[in-house]
């Protein structure tokens, strides 16, 4: 399905009829078919709204580069728009960053029950002196490279080291989402954490490399009333790797096929 939202069109779905709504906030780069499996482990009970956010899958993208709170603004206009009041937001990767700054906000259109991050973004790595290094080499080199003289003398050279610059994330996008990325990746949330006063939980893959599993860690530590559950063996997509321990997990946090 699709609803115009802000004179952009969105790519939906809802699955499941339950009194209680549930949303899924998708990680960078997905499309919402990619948490299907997600829904259908709770869909038998509660309303699910999937979305693809703009810039992702069949939504339009933004006309200009968004940070992380201009996402959330736009999610806030998405939930008016489908007259949502009250949700549990489940959040993946980069959909987690856009729930953290919702829940530290003092005042949003619509009421969040509960809080599910899953391999969540949102904590700034440390930066070792050979990243800080490497960073500065290609700020340096991408400063030369776009100068056009230089550029018109080694076209093919320059274009083929631009290719290989960035995470495949970063490579894949459209310059403006591009700048989106930039922009989320270098702000870091943990200070906003306190202020979530939602249950929270948090369910990660011990292997996961692009939010590693001390990002969890330190959530649990600062979000009040936040638990862990760690599924062995999973990367950043621990909910596909292992998803039948991901269902009892999210079965029993809320309460499907028990006395609610």
């Not at 699955?15 to 998708?26: A, H, K, P």
């Amino acid at each position: 399905m699709n609803i115009t939202v802000d004179g952009y069109n969105i790519n939906y779905k809802i699955t499941g009829e339950g009194s209680e709504t549930i949303v899924i906030l998708q990680g960078w780069g997905t499309h919402l078919g990619v948490y299907d499996w997600v829904a259908d482990s709770v869909n038998s009970t509660y309303r699910v709204l999937q979305f693809d956010l703009p810039g992702f899958g069949g939504s339009d993208e933004p006309k200009t580069s968004w940070n992380v709170d201009e996402f959330a603004d736009f999610f806030c206009k998405l939930m008016q728009a489908l007259d949502i009041k009250k949700a549990t937001l489940i959040g993946h990767s980069y959909g987690g960053r856009i729930i953290i700054k919702l829940a530290a906000r003092d005042n949003i259109p619509f009421e969040i029950d509960r809080i599910v991050l899953i391999d969540s973004a949102g904590i700034m790595p440390k930066r070792s002196l050979w990243k800080k290094i490497k960073t500065r080499k290609y700020k340096i080199l991408n400063r030369i490279f776009k100068n056009k003289v230089i550029y018109a003398l080694f076209p093919e050279l320059i274009d083929d080291w631009r290719s290989r610059q960035g995470s495949s994330d970063y490579r894949n996008a459209s310059p403006v989402m591009r700048n989106c990325l930039v922009k989320a990746v270098n702000e870091d949330l943990t200070t906003l954490l306190p202020s979530i006063k939602q249950d929270t939980l948090l369910i990660w893959g011990d292997k996961d490399t692009a939010t590693p599993l001390s990002d969890a860690q330190i959530m649990k530590e600062k979000i009040p009333s936040s638990g862990l559950v760690v599924l062995e063996g999973t990367g950043h997509f621990s909910f596909l790797e292992k998803p039948n321990q991901f269902r009892a997990i999210m079965q029993s946090y809320f309460g499907i096929g028990a006395v609610r």
